[in-house]
């Protein structure tokens, strides 16, 4: 996952591929509940690993739920042995929620009926969310819950319940705010529904019913056969009782595919195939995880791309998506069905034809940020114009390719406008964009910027470089290191890849001389090699970094450096690094010979002397005794070979920016890199 302050996309140009999707938010924490509230032990299989999963799971665990193994793992189940209905007497806890909504609403209803002591609490943007309609409904009850701050929000605390208050009467919730509240008090009240039946009447319209329909379909998984009269009363019969169904599935979230569905529609298109005298190929993004025939109401945003020109074929658990209509289809949509995905429609629409109108999406005003606001606000960067309203939004695209503009997008701590934003890199003018944030992905999808850099493409020449060279000593590696961290970037240590190269051809049995050199060259063109922030490096699965720093990997260097060969395939594995995002790459000859037309490049230097200074300290600190005057001079001999080697020499490029950190630290050179490749960027800094 980024991690990043901001994440720049450069231009993207089409995607091809296919993508596995993580299980769906909404399901897995439902899931997560349920299954903490029944008698046995539930194994859940493909749950989402989020923030908001991660904060219910340790929410679980402190109300006594025995949860194994610890961590979710990727592709591991996980098995939850649930509580039977019932905690310990006087059970007392404050439980951190973060701004999962999904964890906050059910676990402040089904702790209120179970009763204890315990305090609900959150992130700042969780104490503007409200959960007034669920607390009032909870009350006819005679369930105990006191607001800590602001009447109608959270932070909560919830105390033992009264239920001789209770008359019987139909518990009354609004539906037309959240159909969270409903969800919540549906996966509650079994809990008290032992002797007799519980009605739940909804007061006004019912938003977000596909929403009940998942909450609905789980709790029968579950042994709760809900009695639901037209979406506005909902009986839970008496005798109730939570029982595990012993193994789940948890579907991959259809919210997350729209994004895919969406980059099908608008990247796909054709390709001219010269291997198929010249046939035109038909690309298309293929999205694992989830169907046509999914429990969740997101999934009817198919309906939405295709009549917005989007070809959509589908199976049992796949779709598959390609351009049809272009540019696409405006279109006038009432979003109440899909309330979370219709953002995805909102970028969607800077590639139509005319002015899109999303209706009835009030509800986007109480999700993780104002919505409507967040997405007038961004549209409008990029150049579109845009009307809102308390329950609609309508864009209309920039009218041509130079209206552009490059935009820092503020994603407001919030997933969706995360990722649905990263769509407009797509832009016909080929203007980069920048996403704010990028980690909050993590609450749906941590892993969402990886998979779209998997299914894109894009010319060589919209990947961004920076070369860092500069001579033996000068810390550039290190510098490399933490420019390419702070960017999200890949990153290249190329004094690296002779050593690699000797090693691997060693491992084989070659000799590393001449009769060898087109079988160590091949080797070399295809070494699963690669960097990481930590200067690790990786050989496939494993960590080779001590074992290229050995004295024997040096000379194994020299000897593979000296064949023309395996040079000429190392310069085509170096290019192979320029892949996306972008690419930090350091060196002797970067900027000069790899990547000539490199955006920004740097040379890096340092007295002779003071390189001296630092290796000295660097080689003490690791216990290995070292001169500096024998330091010196291996320095000064090395810089002039360097410098007057025929192929390559060391020098800086003609266009780099020369940086003498002799007086620098780490911190101030990494900064001043930044603050260079800030100022080549259309939208400024963060």
């Not at 002797?195 to 006004?204: C, F, L, P, R, Y």
């Not at 993004?285 to 429990?295: A, E, F, P």
């Not at 069905?337 to 009030?362: C, E, K, Q």
Request: with cysteine.
């Amino acid at each position: 996952m980024f991690t990043t302050e901001f994440l720049d996309l450069p231009p993207l140009d089409s995607a091809q591929g296919s993508v596995t999707l993580p299980g769906s938010k909404s399901i897995s924490n439902r899931v997560l509940l349920l299954a903490a509230l029944s008698h046995g032990t539930t194994t859940i299989h493909d749950l989402l690993d989020s923030d908001d999963t991660q904060v219910m799971l340790a929410a679980l665990k402190q109300l006594g739920c025995h949860i194994t193994p610890e961590t979710v793992l990727p592709g591991q189940p996980i098995a939850v042995t649930g509580i039977g209905g019932q905690l310990p007497a006087d059970t007392a806890a404050t439980l951190f929620l973060g701004n999962a909504g999904t964890a906050m609403r059910p676990l402040t209803a089904a702790l209120a009926v179970l009763g204890g002591h315990f305090e609900m609490t959150g992130v700042p943007r969780m104490y503007e969310r409200p959960i007034g309609d669920l607390v009032d409904a909870l009350r006819q009850l005679g369930c105990r819950i006191d607001y800590l701050r602001d009447p109608g929000f959270p932070p909560l605390k919830i105390g033992q319940p009264d239920f001789s208050r209770w008359s019987d009467a139909p518990i009354q919730v609004r539906g037309d705010v959240s159909s969270q509240f409903l969800t919540s008090l549906l996966m509650a009240l079994p809990l008290q529904a032992t002797d007799k039946a519980i009605t739940i009447e909804v007061v006004g319209e019912l938003i977000s019913k596909p929403y009940i329909h998942i909450t609905l379909e789980l709790l029968a998984r579950f042994g709760i056969a809900v009695e639901n009269d037209s979406w506005q009363r909902f009986v839970i019969p008496a005798g109730s009782r939570y029982r595990s169904p012993g193994d789940i599935h948890v579907e991959a979230d259809a919210s997350s595919a729209s994004y895919f569905i969406a980059l099908g529609a608008i990247a796909t298109g054709t390709t001219d195939d010269a291997d198929a005298d010249n046939a035109t190929e038909r690309k298309s993004i293929r999205i694992l995880g989830v169907g046509q025939d999914s429990i969740q109401g997101d999934i009817r945003f198919i309906e939405a791309a295709r009549a917005m020109g989007a070809q959509v074929e589908s199976g049992p658990n796949w779709l598959e998506v390609s351009r049809g209509n272009w540019p696409l289809k405006a279109i006038d949509l009432d979003c109440n069905h899909i309330p979370d995905a219709a953002m995805t429609l909102g970028v969607m629409a800077l590639y139509a034809d005319g002015t899109t109108s999303l209706r009835n999406i009030a509800s986007w005003r109480v999700k993780e940020t104002d919505r409507i606001a967040a997405m007038a606000i961004e549209l409008r960067k990029l150049g579109a114009t845009v009307e809102e309203g308390a329950d609609y939004i309508r864009i209309t695209p920039p009218a041509k390719a130079s209206d552009w503009r490059a935009a820092s997008i503020h994603t407001y701590d919030d997933h969706r406008v995360a990722m649905c934003f990263s769509l407009a890199a797509f832009n016909p003018a080929k203007l980069p964009v920048r996403i704010q944030d990028p980690k909050c992905v993590g609450k749906t999808f941590p892993d969402y910027f990886e998979a779209l850099f998997s299914v894109c493409q894009t010319e060589t020449q919209h990947i961004p470089v920076i070369c860092i060279d500069g001579p033996t000593a000068s810390g550039k590696g290190t510098i490399a290191a933490e420019v390419a961290k702070a960017l999200g970037y890949q990153l290249l240590d190329s004094g690296a890849l002779y050593r690699i190269t000797g090693l691997a051809a060693s491992r084989a049995g070659l000799a590393l001389d001449d009769s060898n050199e087109e079988t160590i060259a091949e080797m070399a063109l295809d070494l699963p090699v690669r960097f990481d922030a930590q200067q690790r490096v990786w050989l496939g699965e494993e960590d080779i970094s001590a074992a290229i720093r050995s004295e024997e990997a040096g000379m194994n260097a020299s000897r593979v450096s000296a064949l023309p060969a395996v040079r000429t395939a190392l310069v085509d594995l170096q290019l192979s690094f320029q892949t996306l995002p972008g690419l930090v790459a350091d060196g002797r000859d970067m900027g000069t010979v790899i990547f000539p037309h490199a955006p920004l490049k740097v040379y890096l230097w340092a007295s002779a002397q003071c390189r001296a200074e630092r290796r000295h300290k660097q080689l003490i600190s690791k216990g290995i005794s070292a001169n500096i005057a024998t330091l010196l001079a291996d320095l000064e001999a090395r810089d002039a070979r360097d410098m007057n080697r025929a192929t390559a020499p060391l020098k800086p490029a003609e266009d780099s920016l020369q940086l003498d950190s002799s007086e620098m630290t780490i911190e101030d050179v990494v900064a001043q890199v930044l603050s260079w490749w800030q100022e080549r960027q259309p939208f400024g800094r963060a």
